[in-house]
């Protein structure tokens, strides 16, 4: 090995050396999940040549097209994850049901969720995608796991990370003591810690919301964006960029790399729909990993990982980022609530409130 190369494995075990909670079970879980990205990732890299894109030609439980990809990813995780003892049940955005540890292998004392492959209705475009996990204890260990065993906050989580196909192929994860990225080096077909303790900015002048949807949008996060638009001449004097990739994976990886707030906020489109993005499997690890990144997450009316879970695949609110902007953004949900709200939002943009004040 090069000099002074801290692989993923090597990094693994020095942390349980600092952590005296940690055990030997807990990294040899990260180590499979860490095999199990790698294999994705290869059969992601290899595309159309490996005969991997494509529609499998049915829909999930989240009623939305399964690509072939998906279903290959899913089953890499189930495999790679069950068989050593470590967990005691398994929950996939792919199957509607919890994933149960086949009989043959022992159960241990950690839950994993997974999204297998996030961003994945942009993989026939060669865009970057990636997978998303979440580590529980469960309250149970050894025991198989049940549905209410799942449904922990996401301030419970041991660990979450998620892997980045891009370019180059990272895992970024934290275990509760700051964010750590890595890159794999195909050469050696090892992980190696290339980002060291990631920091998102405090301040930033991007940020990424899906335009299509303002018709739906809640007034403050009408007011936040339109404010963004005034650039120079508006309340922010200073000019914002807008980037939107649809890809969790990669508007995550972005804002650790230089800063920014992405919003799937609550919109009026959809009432049994409270928000796009699950919480478990999605808007849970990728809090743990802002928030330990020193940046923010939240619902936009409370701090994310503070939801209670009520179902597997609940869909929440999303608003994270650079910390002071989500705190602005939460400020004006605050107000709004409250009813105080600056007299330019009673525009007829603003749609029935304005009503109220011109009353
Ligand atoms: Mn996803
Ligand atoms: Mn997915």
């Known amino acids: ?31 499979d999940i860490a095999t199990a990205c790698k294999v994705i990732g290869n059969a992601v890299g290899k595309g159309s040549l490996a005969g991997v894109l494509g529609s499998h030609g049915q829909t ?21 994850n069950g068989w050593a003892g470590h967990l005691a049940g398994m929950a996939s955005e792919e199957n509607e049901e919890l994933c149960p540890i086949p009989g043959k292998y022992p159960r241990g004392k950690y839950l994993l969720l997974f999204d297998p492959l996030d961003g994945s209705s942009n993989i026939d475009v060669n865009i970057s995608v990636g997978t998303i996990f979440s580590v529980l204890r469960s309250p149970r260990p050894g025991k198989a796991a049940r549905l209410a065993d799942f449904l922990q906050p996401g301030t419970e989580q041991v660990c979450a990370g998620f892997a980045l196909y891009g370019p180059s192929t990272m895992l970024v994860l934290t275990t509760g003591h700051g964010v750590h990225g890595f890159t794999l080096d195909r050469d050696i077909g090892e992980f190696i810690l290339t980002h060291p303790l990631m920091r998102i900015p405090e301040d930033t002048g991007e940020f990424a919301i899906n335009a299509s949807n303002e018709r739906f949008w809640e007034p403050p996060v009408r007011r936040y964006v339109e404010e963004c638009l005034a650039g120079k001449t508006g309340p922010r004097a200073r000019d914002f960029n807008m ?28 009432e049994a729909k409270p928000g796009r993005l699950r919480l478990m499997y999605e808007a849970n690890p990728v809090s743990f990993i802002v928030e330990q990144a020193g940046g923010a997450a939240t619902t936009g009316r409370e701090r994310l990982m503070a939801v209670l879970p009520t ?14 902007e989500v ?33």
Do not use: C
């Open 327 to 359: 705190d602005r953004i939460t400020g004006y949900h605050a107000d709004y609530a409250s009813g105080r709200e600056p007299e330019d939002l009673a525009s007829p943009l603003f749609g029935t409130r304005s009503l109220f004040r011109t009353q």
């Open 311 to 324: 179902e597997l695949h609940q869909r929440v609110p999303f608003i994270f980022g650079s910390k002071h």
């Open 243 to 270: 980037r939107w990739v649809a890809s969790l994976v990669a508007e995550t990886y972005r804002i650790l790399m230089r800063g920014g707030v992405f919003m799937y906020p609550k919109d009026n489109k959809d």
């Open 1 to 31: 090995m090069q000099s002074g190369r801290i692989t993923l494995t090597q990094f693994i075990i020095e942390e349980q050396r600092r952590h005296a909670h940690a055990t030997g079970d807990f990294s040899g879980l990260l180590n």
């Open 60 to 80: 999930n439980i989240q009623g939305e097209e399964q690509k072939k990809l998906d279903v290959i990813s899913n089953e890499v995780m189930l495999s790679a």
